[in-house]
């Protein structure tokens, strides 16, 4: 198994569309308020504007083995690689009107000493109580006694979900779809606008 966090290794099975997510399209994001890693509660239900979450199922620390077989768990590895990706893409998705949160099952702690690490311009969000499992029913998948979250990600717009990238592979490319998706929304909306007659 390749020990750094921040390198794919080539071979990693791809994941399936197993049809887990197909509800989410057009849902409503749950009045569920969960900690950032900024000190802050963030309720979901109350987001206004357009925000990019990505549920990612752990990210390893340089110092912590990863689980056993978790290259081989399809769409498991990559997590570090995708938060990088949307680090740097940051700025051009403020451009773009739009927010990011990462989100996992991981507790606060463990998240900010990420965030600190990666030198994450977004906070982290915490759902330790898999709390949007059962709200949003997001798939999740079991190794070595913990229950973590399948890789999505969701772009919802003041709280509906417009769109759903699943499954999200490979990871460190998640930033540039979904960056694509947005301008080409962008230009739709900009065509469907009524055009002004000229005087």
Known sequence: MSTNLSQLPSDLPRPVDDGAAAHLEGSVLPSVVLHATDGSAVNLGELKGRFVI????MT???DVPLPDGWDGIPGARGCTPQSCS???HYGELKE???GVFGLSAQVTEYQREVRDRLHLPFQLLSDSALLLKGTLRLPTFSVMGMELFKRLTLIAEDGKIRKVFYP?????????DVLAWLRSDVQSSAADAPKMACP
């Open 86 to 88: 949307f680090r740097d």
């Open 60 to 62: 390893g620390r340089p």
């Open 54 to 57: 990505y549920v990612y199922p």
């Open 168 to 176: 999200v592979f490979p990871p460190d490319r998640n930033a540039d």
């Open 96 to 98: 773009l009107g739009t």
